[in-house]
């Protein structure tokens, strides 16, 4: 379905904005408390805005504790990990581990949910992974000295969370897909999603020492940044991949969806004036050849 496929590359654009402007406060808070900080204040937007038109009474009762369980391990143990990546790799490497969540999801569609593809859209899907794998790989000169291509302390612990991170996304996805095909609201379906993993991260500051608290004081510029990520990646981008989930196949929305480190690579050029190597060009166009199958079919 065409509204579903633009809505997931909607997701993935939003993303992309909502990441870069993450890079700094996630460094500077600490993933914990910068994510935290980040779903309370999407969970208020997303409340209000379920409430205003009526969203909370698509909810089935039956479906909270499959929600709810997709919002422990998509947003809570996903988002987590996602932006301790962010602060110790950069937004380049860490978006290759992240986009693995589109294999992931349409393996685990296939079993859970018995998605089939067709083989057009196999292609599509193949395409757009390689082109986004050639891009992250091949997609940095030797050159670049930009701060955000720094490693932040291991890196094969890096590895490790950002697959982490991807792999909770596909879950988080798969165990939220039958409830919006029953017709419940994406944005109160994302509001659940999103209060789960902020009351846990709420109750993770009851763990002794310092890895949950934030590694500087919270500031109004260092908050704006904050609410204006999660607005953008959690509150519109999560909500635009929950709607075309409804309407589409869980590995053709988590393949548009994961074209985020492609459409980072044009962003980082013009916020760091580094221009991307010739292979990021060229996993850009694989991109554009699976998305347009994927149009297509």
């Known amino acids: 379905m065409l509204i579903a496929d633009l809505a997931a590359f909607g997701a ?6 909502g990441t870069m402007i993450a890079v700094e406060p996630a460094r500077q808070l600490g993933a914990f ?33 499959m929600l709810a369980l997709s919002g422990f391990i998509g947003i809570f143990i996903g988002d987590t990990a996602l932006f301790a990546g962010l602060s110790r790799l950069g937004p380049r490497r860490n978006s290759i581990l992240f986009s693995t ?11 859970f949910l018995d998605e089939i593809l067709s083989f057009d859209a196999i292609i599509g899907c193949a395409l757009v992974t390689s082109g986004v794998i050639l891009s992250i790989i091949f997609g940095k000169r030797r050159d670049q000295v930009h701060q955000w291509e720094e490693v932040h302390g291991s890196l094969i612990f890096g590895v490790g969370i ?9 879950v988080g996805a798969i165990l ?4 919006l095909i029953a017709g419940a609201d994406p944005i109160a379906v994302s509001a659940i999603r999103v209060g789960v993993g902020a009351f846990c991260l709420v109750v993770a500051l009851l763990v002794p020492g310092q890895t949950m608290k934030a590694k ?19 509150g519109i ?3 635009l991949l ?7 196949s869980t590995g053709i929305v988590m393949t548009l969806s994961s074209m985020m480190p492609v459409l980072v690579l044009p962003i980082l050029w013009y916020l760091t004036r580094e221009r991307p190597a010739t292979g990021a060009a060229m996993g850009a166009v694989l991109c554009v050849i699976g998305t347009g199958l994927i149009f297509l079919t």
């Open 12 to 17: 993935a654009l939003t993303w992309s904005f």
């Open 33 to 65: 408390a910068f994510t935290r900080t980040r779903m309370a204040v999407v969970f208020f937007m997303l409340s209000f805005a379920a409430a205003t038109y009526g969203g909370w009474q698509t909810i089935n009762p039956d479906d909270l504790p």
């Open 101 to 111: 969540n589109a294999p992931l999801a349409a393996v685990l569609g296939y079993f």
């Open 162 to 170: 950002g697959l982490l991170a991807g792999l909770c996304q596909a």
């Open 176 to 179: 939220a897909k039958p409830a």
């Open 216 to 234: 500087t004081k919270m500031n109004l510029k260092l908050f704006g940044r904050v609410a204006l990520s999660g607005f953008l990646g959690m």
């Open 237 to 239: 981008g999560m909500s």
């Open 242 to 248: 929950l709607f075309a989930l409804a309407r589409e």
